[in-house]
């Protein structure tokens, strides 16, 4: 398959050539201004109309934009090592809902039950060696009825797991399976919701894993102690230390840690339901505990605790500690929903006003925040991925004429990352985007790659212009 860059998302995906067409210039516009308001991303009137027009057609659905996001993820996968991680958050609309409606079917209570939303549940891929995102393997949008029952009156436990919302980590993680075939390992990860029993036993396969955070301290099979008690029985294989940054909930320090860690079976639980499932009785894993010593936790702070399950085998500590530095990435999708939110996004101020709008906008909105957010680490981590993650072969070298007119004549104004990087790039779009180029100054944020993103575009378009005026020029000739 040939790589589409930053553009033909939609193409062949969509009912209607004249409609993919215009979701790329949404997706272009939104990526240019790096908010999802269309009075913002649409500079004039006729794009205004048109933009909520597009998301009003009937003649597409939200899943048909989700498969063309998801698309974009495979051609771009690695035979490697693959992490997948997963999460959900809720979009909220409450302030709007006078506008939308509550009897919108597309729209429902969210967290808190007189709020209104959706929920979004996304699988954001990260090649494991380069710790670059690579794409979205899977997109699960949903919302809750107004007059759905309560979790007691449903009966809750005694659902099959297929009926329940937190089927949603199985999916997502079959899912993927499918979109990434060719992948020769692929670790799911995913925070203690994640910690379902039917998800332990049936994703793993022979390239698949499974790397959970534990939050159940589950009955080990054949043995009368619990998971949790095990772990802490088992003698320290390691002390090292960990930097905790500073955020609402911890002070920055260094923390010492203690690493721990056990094969275990862990025992189906009981059926509630009345019909066993083909579930196994156990499944085989290895649990690992890191566990802060109270010499370094400040006061009214609990320790770092995690408990993690996973299917990876663990020989030594270097294999424990791996898992542990694996699961540390699931900071990337928690700062991919920042963007979506709170960094200039704004997905939930969009003035759009029916929950399937709303729905089919946030999944652009998805893709652009991942590319700024992209750009951006792989120009802080100074990483040596290929462009050709985000960009085609003549948008890159299209950049690489570019950098000569952002370089400076000192040697601190060059470009100091190697030629077809992502790095390489995103350097340039600071350029472009007014930024110094000094390593000295402060490096660019989100705003600047979403303005420097801009500006190449345009250069790019205006290229492709000249390019095919001059072909034609030749033609006559």
Same mark, same amino acid.
């Given at each position: ?220 099979? =054949?043995?009368?102690? #619990?998971?949790?008690?095990? /772990? &802490?029985? %088992? ?6 230390? *960990? ?111 029916? =929950?399937?709008?709303? #729905?089919?906008?946030?999944? /652009? &909105?998805? %893709? ?6 992209? *750009? ?102």
């Amino acid at each position: 398959m040939k790589h589409r860059g930053y553009n033909n998302y939609f193409k062949g995906f969509l009912s209607d050539f004249r409609i993919e067409k215009r979701a790329e210039k949404v997706l272009k516009d939104m990526q240019k201004i790096g908010n999802t308001v269309v009075n913002k991303y649409c500079s004039t009137f006729r794009d205004k109309k048109a933009a909520y027009e597009l998301f009003r057609n009937p003649s597409f659905t939200e899943m048909e934009l989700i498969d063309a996001i998801t698309a974009k993820c495979k051609p771009d996968q690695r035979t490697g090592h693959l992490l997948c991680i997963q999460d959900t958050t809720e979009i909220n609309y409450t302030k709007h809902i006078g506008r939308i409606g509550k009897e919108d079917a597309d729209i429902g209570p969210v967290t808190k039950d007189d709020n209104a939303g959706y929920f979004c549940h996304p699988m954001l891929v990260i090649d494991a060696r380069q710790r670059l995102p690579i794409g979205l393997s899977s997109i699960q949008l949903w919302n809750r009825s107004w007059d759905k029952k309560n979790r007691h009156e449903r009966e809750y436990q005694k659902l099959n797991i297929e009926d329940k919302e937190s089927y949603r980590w199985i999916k997502s993680a079959q899912q993927s399976q499918e979109l990434l075939p060719q992948s020769s390992q692929l670790t799911i990860i995913g925070d203690r919701e994640a910690d379902i029993y039917e998800e332990l036993a049936r994703v793993p396969n022979e390239r698949t894993h499974l790397l959970i955070r534990s939050s159940v301290n589950r009955k080990l099979y =054949g043995q009368d102690i #619990k998971l949790f008690d095990l /772990l &802490a029985s %088992q003698p320290i294989e390691q002390e090292y230390e *960990l930097p905790i940054q500073h955020n609402k909930k911890r002070k920055k320090r260094l923390a010492k840690m203690s690493l721990k860690y056990a094969k275990v079976k862990i025992a189906k639980p009981k059926d509630k339901t009345g019909k066993p499932s083909d579930d196994p009785k156990w499944v085989e894993m290895w649990a690992i505990e890191a566990r802060e010593f109270p010499e370094t936790v400040p006061e009214k702070e609990d320790p770092i605790l995690w408990r993690l399950l996973t299917t990876h085998q663990i020989s030594n500590s270097h294999d424990a500690l791996q898992c542990i530095e694996w699961y540390s990435t699931r900071w990337v999708i928690e700062e991919l929903f920042r963007v979506l939110k709170s960094k200039g996004m704004q997905v939930e101020s969009s003035q759009l006003e029916t =929950g399937s709008a709303l #729905k089919k906008q946030l999944i /652009l &909105a998805l %893709q652009v925040a991942l590319t700024t957010m992209t *750009l951006k680490m792989a120009y802080d981590k100074n990483h040596v991925a290929k462009a050709n993650i985000l960009f085609s072969l003549p948008e890159i070298e299209f950049i690489q004429v570019l950098n000569k007119t952002v370089e400076g004549d000192t040697q601190k104004q060059k470009n100091p990352f190697d030629i077809g990087t992502i790095a390489y790039c995103s350097w340039v779009l600071g350029r472009l985007s007014g930024w110094s180029g000094y390593a000295s100054q402060p490096r660019p944020g989100y705003i600047s790659f979403k303005r420097g993103l801009d500006i190449f575009k345009i250069k790019y378009e205006g290229y492709l212009l000249a390019m095919s005026q001059l072909n034609n020029n030749k033609l006559k000739e």
